[in-house]
């Protein structure tokens, strides 16, 4: 299958182009939209999303990912085999952390150009053809230049930031919840506040705030039949900070 | 095919995982959107509006449908048959208005858990799984314990309200306009104003107020080129009321 | 492939719908979405973004288009034979762009009516159907009528105005950028300003307004990492003028 990362707006005229060129080029393949609506000059918040969301994925699906806002200039583009998925899109940093993250990976440069290659739209005209040759073959080998790695690397840490805020106003985190006891109740600092975890949405009443592991397994932030975003200010970027019990307040 | 009825936000980050699972488990079956918008919470005017949906759909559809407030609390999953089509979501009175219009049904309670299973968002983990299962095979009996009924039922009547307010602004009610003589002249009541019927938007003057029977079957409040939502103020939950010709004011 | 190009609105109930006519009638053939938020009332514009959008795609595409304020009046359905594409819609002018500017093309009146025809989606009910039988086959010759022309024709020539605005905020323009000299140095008036043209985003500030040759090759305004939208006031319809070095300001 190939799944589409991308800001090219779920509203807009740019995801159907795409797909035109998928149905065209790679018949038959599924293609799934995973996100359209990311932040459009937010690579960093976008690369940790990805590798929560990729994970999820089996092995043999392809990422189209592009959140792009040098396109037309020096960046290049990169393909990234990781742990068996791969990731097609500007070498940026947007795959980085998905790449650094990895047991296994293999970088390449595109060495390829189409015929029409417009300046302000790789996502249809070079990545979207790459994807098809890798999801529906033959591999595209003589197109891709193996690397030592990728030009832009964020590397492997947690982000202690919001990397996404959802339509029901709850935030992402970059931190992954895993090595975070909750049990033990560690609050989370947000936005001036201090947050204590929840199990579960209807372990605490209507309106209240708290945190929480979410469905991909990282830190967020929420409200019970509200919204967080407006009830805390929150934006993407935002820092927070995870406060274990018993340590003082931060800086 | 497997349609899909949330609340999970067409712009947002899972209906993408879903299909993710859709796609590796019943792969080459169709997957609809139908709806990915509905309001969060809303749980009747959803399972009114489903009713009305659905039945445009053929008998082989199987329709995954969450609105789900309650995910993680101590509501349990359901699958529906009836009249041939299938459905899938939380037994919190979603599905139970398709039940109770139907000549022929069969409820299910899920008796199953997969190895991961997150507290946040079921849709994903338990509904998805089970709805690739039904329209992919083989059928999951093992998983599915037969029930006398679902534990919440809303009931077979008509809604008096807006149920859906579409983004041109017209207003969907849960009246069936079969029912009702539009012909002779019926006004709707709704947000202290009387209006009359129409049969189509070309009928009326640009921006007149008007109710139709839409081509759901429903009587719905609209404003050609116009927004009636506008107009008149309107919200999902608002009450409505026909008023036959010659029929005092309401009360 | 099957497009669609619509006003149903990317949110709503009844892309969905229409989906589900498909997936019954043209059993995997693979539908793209291409625009689903056209301005509701906007037949013009979307004339002539339908056509620099349509000729990227592969000649045995059918697009279903669907901007069509008249349902349920006058009007006829149309279908459009057009190098090679298929286009069914409204006849209200919607196909007429791309009809003027291609070479080989045949048109026809929809001479037929499903048994139940709504009188408000004629989308799902009417060009649907008619789409999946010249996606799928078997070809509809008894439910169509040969016509000398569209009835509503608004011409092949470039339209001055914009014609849709993205949502990055960047405004696509009905000027084709190829018979225009960029490099020249020609400049575009449009809402009181006189913007030069630029390569590619990446060659001019942050913030910085432009016109550059877009990816579908029509004229843009574009704001570089900001909204020429918002910056400008811009919306669907305003005029714009092309000025060629040293020719004075517009009257």
């Known amino acids: 299958m190939i799944v589409l990362y991308t800001d090219f707006g779920s509203t807009d005229i740019y995801v159907g182009q795409v797909k035109g060129v998928l149905a065209e080029w790679a018949p038959g393949v599924a293609v799934v939209d995973l996100a359209h609506d990311l932040p459009p000059f937010g690579v960093r918040p976008a690369a940790h999303l990805l590798d929560a969301l990729a994970r999820r994925f089996p092995a043999d699906a392809v990422f189209c990912c592009v959140v792009d806002p040098g396109v037309g200039g020096p960046r290049r583009g990169a393909v990234l085999e990781a742990d068996g998925r791969w990731y097609v899109g500007p070498d940026n940093g947007l795959l980085s952390v998905v790449g650094a993250r990895s047991a296994l990976r293999r970088t390449f440069r595109i060495d390829w150009r189409p015929a029409h290659l417009s300046n302000s739209f790789h996502g249809r005209d070079l990545f979207a053809p790459m994807c098809a040759w890798i999801a529906a073959g033959p591999f595209p080998a003589d197109k891709l230049v193996p690397t030592d790695g990728l030009d832009v690397q964020f590397g492997p840490d947690d982000s202690p930031t919001i990397i996404h805020i ?86």
Not at 191 to 206: E, H, N, Y
Not at 210 to 224: D, P
């Open 166 to 251: 959802d339509h029901y106003g709850n935030a992402l985190t970059g931190l992954r919840a895993g090595a975070i006891d909750a049990e033990a109740g560690s609050a989370l600092e947000v936005a001036g506040r201090r947050l204590m975890p929840a199990r579960v949405f209807a372990d605490v009443p209507p309106g209240a705030l708290f945190w929480y592991e979410n469905s991909l397994g990282l830190v967020e932030v929420a409200a019970r039949e509200g919204s967080a975003r407006a009830s805390l200010g929150l934006v993407v970027g935002m820092p927070v900070r995870m406060v274990r019990p018993g340590e003082g307040a931060g800086p």
